[in-house]
């Protein structure tokens, strides 16, 4: 081999070993939209309910934090190992409860997944084109909606762990558990630093398992 191309042959190859080791890590949040309909049984409690969320990300982790009054929910996960934190914070108390795979699936409202049907319909979406999907919950039978893209590429987040990730990312869908309606919207995406220590678990939580939680009494 001719030594100018033995020498082109190793720049090429130390640039892309050079590009592939120093890949950007992406990170930043995003802001979504929650929108409920409840039975007449339920509406009472309609007040209790967030209608905001604020979502995290860096690399494959993710962290959800969903504020009402007093009480707020953060969720910290990393779908590559299957790893969910859940913190529970209120006036009175502090839990802390992490979630094995098992116990995500048994809590998980789409036990089975969903089936997916692509439709024809687009729409523009917190400025991202979005292909609809009717989506069919293997268990019971309900059919809600998914808008997905693909000109985005980010992290699954507790609100999202129940879609399908390869039809893209979900930037609008509803979901139907015990007559409870729920629709989640994406408002906005943005590429920035995240707070220090989003990730990290605050000093003074009591740690409980996902059966303890389960059994605690409700507070009227």
Same mark, same amino acid.
């Given at each position: 081999m001719p030594v100018k191309k033995i020498v082109l042959y190793f720049v090429l190859l130390t640039s892309l070993l050079y590009s592939c080791s120093h890949k %950007?890590?992406?990170?930043?949040? &995003?802001?979504?939209?929650?929108?409920?309909?409840?039975p007449d049984s339920l509406k009472r409690f309609a007040i209790y309910l967030p209608k905001t969320a604020k979502v995290y990300f860096k690399g494959d982790s993710a962290v959800s934090v969903q504020q009402?009054?007093?009480?707020?929910?953060? &969720?910290?996960?990393?779908? $590559?190992?299957?790893?969910m934190r859940v913190l529970l914070t209120s006036r009175d108390k502090k839990i802390v409860i992490d979630y094995?795979?098992?116990? !995500?699936?048994?809590?998980?409202p789409a036990k089975l997944g969903y089936s997916y049907v692509a439709s024809v319909d687009t729409q523009t979406i917190a400025h991202h084109k979005a292909l609809k999907?009717? /989506?069919?919950? %293997?268990?019971?039978?309900e059919t809600d909606e998914a808008w997905f893209t693909k000109a985005v590429h980010l992290p699954s987040n507790s609100l999202t762990a129940t879609l399908d990730t390869a039809k893209g990312f979900p930037l609008s869908? +509803?979901?139907?558990?015990?007559? /409870?309606?729920?629709? +989640?919207?994406?408002?906005? &995406? %943005?590429?920035? $630093?995240?707070?220090?220590?989003?990730f990290s678990t605050p000093a003074?939580?009591?740690? /409980?398992?996902?059966? !303890? /939680?389960?059994?605690? $009494?409700?507070?009227?």
């Open positions: %950007k890590v992406i990170e930043g949040s &995003i802001t979504y939209e929650l929108e409920y309909k409840l009402m009054n007093e009480e707020s929910t953060t &969720i910290i996960t990393h779908k $590559p190992t299957n790893f094995s795979k098992a116990d !995500q699936e048994e809590e998980s999907y009717v /989506l069919t919950n %293997k268990v019971t039978g869908f +509803t979901t139907s558990t015990n007559g /409870l309606w729920t629709k +989640t919207s994406v408002k906005e &995406i %943005k590429f920035e $630093p995240i707070p220090p220590g989003i003074g939580y009591e740690k /409980l398992t996902p059966k !303890q /939680l389960r059994e605690m $009494p409700v507070e009227n």
